[in-house]
Structures are given as C-alpha cells and as structure tokens.
C-alpha cells in the first residue's frame, strides 16, 4: 500500500510539473507579437490566418497535444469529441421591418443543413429545401431584399411538414453514429423551429432539443466578447462565402467556422438546449 501511494505521489508531481510547463509555454505565447505567433505557427504546418486571440489559441492548443503525446500521463487533460457528424442549419423566415416585436407570426421559409463528417474533417452532403408559408403565403418586401428568396421560389416550394418530413429521411439515410446540430444561436430552434412545431401541431424534433450553439462556444473558445457570423469569420481569417442572411450560405459559412474551431481544439458539443418554459409562443 506504501508502494502504491508513493507511485501515486510521484505521478502527482510529475503531472504538476508538465502542467507548469504548459503554464509557462503560454505565458510566452500570450508575449508574442502577431508576426512572432505566425512564424511559430508556420514552424509547425499550422493555419496562419485570424487574429491575434485566434493565433494563440490555435499555438497553445498544439502545445498541449505535443504535450500529451510525448507524456502519455497527461492524456486525460486531451479531450476526445464526443459526435461523429454535426448538423449546421440556419433557417430563414417570414420577416418585416417591424418582425422584432415577440408576436410576429414568424414561418420557416428556407431549411439549409450542412452536413460535417468530423473523422473526414469535411462537409460530407447539403440538405437545401425553400418552405411555403401557410399563414402568409406572400413575402414583403422587406424580406425579400433580406433573404434574397423570391415569390415564384416560395409558391413552387412544400409545406414546413413536407420539407421536415424529408430532412428526417434524408438524416436517416446516413450512416451517423452520433449528430449535434449546430446553430448561430438560440434563435433557429427555441424561436422559429418551436413556432413552427406550434403552428402545425407537431412535437419538437427530439434531436433538437440540445444543440451546439457555435456563437457562444466561439466566445468562450477564443476569449472574445461577442460574435456574429462575420465577427467569426474575421477574427479567423476566413472568406464569406455568399450573402449573409441566406440561409444556404449562412450555414455553409458557419460550418467552415465549425472546422476551422475543431482543427483548433474545440470540442463542439451541445451547450443549450430548448425548454418548455422558455420557448416562444406563436
């Protein structure tokens, strides 16, 4: 028992002094000017794009991987990713200049999903289907110019019920071991996927009930205060791709976000979820 005590005591402060190691190693990292963190970062193969906050994460991650692989004793501070695939959907919806008010009968009119493989650390499908709205039929204007979605694309679209109906198939046809959705937000799912499921008198999908928020993880992650979809994009040096607020590219940009945070060190899982209590009434 003495033994095993002192083995226990010496792997203590074996762990202690490798965790002091680390500790100094960012010290140093958070001393480096911008073109100090990209030369080092180049050293090693790594992305060189994004900003500061961004550059020391991705360099203090990497210290501690080769940490981890050189002592294998420090394994348990490495963590693993818990899903096999994440789900990015950003939905759009009906909208006017005055659509901020609570009671705003919001309809989905547009369910783009990107689909991440996280062992193939790629976008592996899109699932993209526009929705005709039941309640009011006929976009204004001011949604219009916001989607960029127009009329004779909605009145050729399915029903919220249609369209849902085929995402389950098409998820299902997958060979998925364990999904996260990921949102920008609280908004797709406890506003207008829980107005919807209102609306046409459904259950809220079960796989939905906890999701990935990617806004919030983005902000603890990398240290930052706020975020938006081009506030992540910028701070990591990426490109928009497309418009913002269409719902195909707002999805296709938050999953090349996701990739890039994974690649990084993040561990992307769910970190909200929708109550009964707290989801918007229609």
Not at 161 to 180: D, G, Y
Not at 181 to 199: H, N
Not at 248 to 261: C, E, F, L, W
Request: glycine residues 4%; contains cysteine.
């Amino acid at each position: 028992r003495i033994q095993i005590l002192f083995e226990q005591t010496v792997k203590m402060v074996d762990n202690s002094a490798l965790i002091s190691q680390l500790t100094r190693e960012y010290g140093r990292v958070h001393l480096m000017s911008m073109k100090d963190l990209k030369l080092e970062l180049s050293s090693y193969d790594l992305d060189t794009r994004g900003d500061s906050p961004v550059l020391q994460k991705r360099l203090k991650e990497h210290l501690r991987r080769s940490q981890a692989m050189i002592h294998p004793q420090i394994s348990s501070f490495q963590k693993s990713n818990p899903h096999s695939h994440y789900a990015v959907i950003d939905f759009e919806a009906t909208c006017d200049d005055s659509s901020s008010k609570e009671d705003f009968m919001h309809e989905i009119i547009e369910v783009p999903v990107v689909l991440i493989d996280v062992r193939a650390g790629a976008v592996v499908d899109i699932f993209h289907e526009y929705v005709k709205p039941t309640m009011c039929p006929q976009l204004t204007a001011f949604c219009k110019k916001l989607t960029g979605i127009n009329q004779t694309t909605i009145n050729q679209s399915k029903s919220f019920v249609e369209v849902w109906k085929m995402l389950e198939v098409w998820l299902s046809s997958k060979n998925i071991e364990s999904l996260c959705f990921i949102t920008d937000g609280p908004w797709d799912f406890r506003k207008f996927l829980a107005k919807e499921c209102r609306y046409n008198n459904l259950e809220f999908p079960a796989p939905c009930v906890q999701y990935c928020n990617i806004r919030r993880k983005f902000c603890n992650f990398y240290g930052v205060k706020r975020a938006s979809i081009s506030g992540m994009l910028n701070h990591l040096g990426l490109q928009l791709e497309g418009k913002l607020h269409s719902g195909i590219s707002d999805a296709k940009n938050i999953a090349n976000i996701a990739m890039t945070m994974l690649r990084d060190g993040a561990v992307l899982t769910h970190n909200e979820a929708v109550d009964p209590g707290d989801v918007y009434t229609a």
